[in-house]
């Protein structure tokens, strides 16, 4: 969410723009496989306006057509921008959370993780060749975006080889991890 507010105000950095728009080009460059949702947009856009980052605008009607609200960045919203643009994002120490819960679960309750590592693997991959194959017609930001995810699943496929190869030893480990706390009969 919070990069999402920051794209927004990089986008009326560039040009001061109508809600609707500001969709579109986010969509174009950002949603990928999840396009904002309006709500989500205006609520985003009312926060970054009380707190003094966008000014709205309203044009008069010089198109003939009804009022619409025009969105500028401020001055304020400019700094915040470009201190968050300086800022370093920090590499995400639990990226594989989830899928090590799976594996420590698995292996103690069925004594063997390796079916969920195939079946993880597997969806991986079918996922790595839908993103392959819509690259393929991107344009260049879209081809960046996905090498983004294509490069992350790639890891995740890495990290699973490696993982079902200790598969034998993990299971060693939490037997005597959760016997030892066991009470003894």
Do not use: C
Not at 113 to 137: D, G, I, N, T
């Amino acid at each position: 969410m919070m990069s999402t507010q920051y794209a927004l105000l990089g986008l009326l950095a560039k040009e001061p723009n109508y809600g609707y728009e500001l969709k579109k080009l986010y969509d174009d460059l950002f949603g990928g496989d999840k396009p904002i949702l309006p709500g989500q947009l205006y609520s985003i856009l009312g926060r970054l306006a009380r707190d003094a980052a966008i000014a709205k605008t309203e044009d008069t009607g010089l198109s003939g057509g009804p009022e619409r609200t025009r969105y500028v960045v401020t001055a304020t919203g400019h700094e915040r921008l470009l201190a968050w643009l300086d800022e370093p994002e920090p590499p995400a120490p639990t990226l594989q959370a989830t899928l090590y819960m799976k594996v420590v679960l698995a292996t103690m309750l069925h004594g063997d993780a390796a079916p969920f590592l195939r079946a993880q693997k597997s969806a991986h991959l079918a996922r790595m060749r839908e993103l392959v194959a819509r690259r393929r017609e991107a344009a260049l930001a879209e081809r960046i975006l996905l090498d983004n995810a294509i490069f992350h699943i790639e890891a995740d496929i890495r990290w699973m080889d490696m993982t079902a190869s200790r598969l034998t030893h993990l299971k060693e480990e939490l037997w005597n991890t959760t016997s030892s706390s066991k009470p003894e009969a």
